[in-house]
């Protein structure tokens, strides 16, 4: 059962985050041979207070 975890910052629709884990699992499908109902897709949505690179938040 493949899953598949995707990281990225809040502020997507519901039709965008719909239309990414229809076409991540059809990826999914194509590459490994996995059958549709056994493709997992976690969306983590992160904020910008909560990330910082070169140690300074990306709010800041």
């Keep these: 059962m493949p899953y598949v975890t995707i990281k990225m910052f809040e502020g997507r629709t519901d039709e965008q985050k719909k239309a990414l884990c229809e076409k991540v699992t059809e990826a999914v499908i194509e590459t490994t041979g996995a059958s549709k109902e056994s493709v ?9 207070d909560n990330y910082s690179v070169a140690g300074k938040r990306l709010i800041d």
């Design 40 to 48: 997992v897709v976690f969306i983590e949505e992160m904020t910008k």
